[in-house]
């Protein structure tokens, strides 16, 4: 299948050089002289990277052959984490560089959609909100209670989040995976 420039949207997937690539974002111009063209954002679904890439308005693009499955996170062991297929029991792993930051936000069991570029795993997209123990924090201290106070959390997970004051140690708190920012307490 193959896509026109004006089917472009944001988090669209596309192949280009044998990789895949999501549309983070794009804008369509006109200019007053010259054919119209589209500027994009595009992100490495493989490797992370950020790639700007203009094309002209009317070219395609063919999609990228990827899909998705539900897994769940079974453990890490440091340099790779291991997944379960929830339908078909079947193990893979994914590398600590593949998962980057995200890997700080999966509690154990938590159920992810795995990527598979080709049949090679290539990463994973997290639910919006996670539930995690806090594991440690400073205690808020009686009257310190400016408007919109917070402190550093550390997470089961080794995750870093500022919370409110009132979070303690061994409280459960659900976090915003897209903006890593605490939601409530559990």
Do not use: W
């Not at 954002?41 to 070219?59: I, P, Q, W, Y």
């Not at 998705?68 to 062991?77: A, P």
């Not at 995200?102 to 919006?128: A, C, H, Q, R, W």
């Not at 080794?158 to 979070?167: D, E, K, R, S, T």
């Amino acid at each position: 299948m193959q896509f026109s420039t004006s089917d472009f949207r944001n988090g669209l997937k596309i192949e280009l050089n044998n990789e895949p690539y999501c549309i983070i974002e794009f804008q369509h111009v006109k200019p007053g002289k010259g054919g119209a063209f589209v500027r994009t954002k595009l992100k490495n679904m493989s490797t992370g990277r950020v790639l700007d890439r203009t094309f002209r308005a009317g070219e395609k693009v063919p999609s990228a052959d990827v899909e998705e499955k539900r897994m769940q996170f079974l453990y890490s062991d440091g340099g790779a984490y291991y997944f379960m297929d929830t339908d078909t029991y079947e193990q893979t792993y994914l590398q600590a560089e593949q998962l980057g930051e995200t890997s700080k936000l999966m509690p154990e069991n938590i159920i992810v959609s795995m990527m598979f570029y080709k049949g090679k795993s290539i990463g994973i997209d997290l639910p919006f909100f996670v539930e995690i123990k806090i594991a440690q924090t400073d205690p808020g201290l009686r009257g310190d209670t400016s408007a919109g106070a917070s402190k550093p959390a550390t997470l089961e997970t080794g995750a870093v989040v500022q919370v409110p004051l009132f979070i303690n140690e061994g409280d459960t708190i659900r976090i915003d995976t897209r903006s890593k920012e605490y939601i409530e307490r559990v």
